[in-house]
């Protein structure tokens, strides 16, 4: 099974700032078609997970500009150029190129 | 506009069994894959299941093999989960959600399972 490794676990960020998370996977996440099933959600306050970003840097529908991912095989990264308000939450990374899919453990951003 | 609502959620007893829903509306229900996620109180999510778009093809995570089984049915747009031998560690808010060539496009609110005595 991949298991997905997020650092840090918490992230306190000052508005305005920059802020990252990693996530690496125990194996290679590119599949037999080429293509790497990384995606990342984010899940705010009393609200279930939203798509962001998926195969490692696509950004979603209605994603602001400043979330990109990037990485290849197996790390990972979301960067957010400039940390505001409404970013607070919990962010996952989350596998889909082998059963079991699986999450990371989550990073909270908070701001400081 | 794309909408998941699940259901069937609420408090049961240690060993017996939950059937949840998901009713979904606003895309052609039959020809997207679907999954069951889970997230226990104050904790990180969890994937549960995973089912074809035709239903043929189902994947479970070791933790519920053999006592939950995802189905759906596609003259109805709904999707389900059955829960066996339900155990305390199953307490969890349960959510469905839609598969776009490999990624979780679309989540629904999701419904609570508590399990106790």
């Known amino acids: 099974d991949i298991v997905m490794t997020q650092t840090p676990l918490s992230s306190p960020v000052t508005l305005g700032q920059p802020a990252s998370i990693s996530c690496r996977s125990s194996?290679?996440?590119?599949?037999?078609?080429?293509?790497?099933?990384l995606s990342w959600l984010q899940q705010s306050p009393g609200q279930p997970p939203r798509l962001l970003i998926y195969?490692?840097?696509n950004r979603f529908s209605g994603v602001p500009d400043r979330f990109s991912g990037s990485g290849a095989g197996t790390d990972f990264t979301l960067k957010i150029s400039r940390v505001e308000a409404e970013d607070v939450g919990v962010y996952y990374c989350?596998?889909?190129?082998?059963?079991?899919?699986?999450f990371g453990q989550g990073t909270k951003l908070e701001i400081k | 506009q794309v909408q998941l609502v699940e259901s069937g959620g609420g408090v049961v007893q240690p060993g017996r069994s939950l059937r949840l829903s998901c009713a979904a509306s606003?895309?052609?229900?039959?020809?997207?894959?679907l999954h069951w996620v889970r997230q226990a109180p104050g904790k990180g999510l969890e994937w549960v299941a995973f089912?074809?778009?035709?239903?043929?093809?189902?994947y479970y995570a070791d933790s519920v093999k053999g006592r939950f089984t995802i189905s759906r049915d596609n003259s109805k747009n709904t999707l389900f989960l059955q829960m066996n031998s339900l155990r305390h560690d199953d307490t969890a808010i349960f959510y469905c959600?839609?598969?776009?060539?490999?990624?979780?496009?679309?989540w629904g609110q999701g419904t609570l399972v508590t399990v106790s005595s």
């Open positions: 194996h290679s996440l590119v599949q037999s078609d080429g293509n790497t099933y």
């Open positions: 606003g895309f052609t229900f039959s020809t997207f894959a």
């Open positions: 195969k490692i840097s």
């Open positions: 959600a839609r598969d776009y060539l490999g990624h979780f496009d679309s």
């Open positions: 089912i074809s778009y035709d239903g043929n093809d189902q």
């Open positions: 989350m596998q889909a190129t082998q059963f079991p899919y699986s």
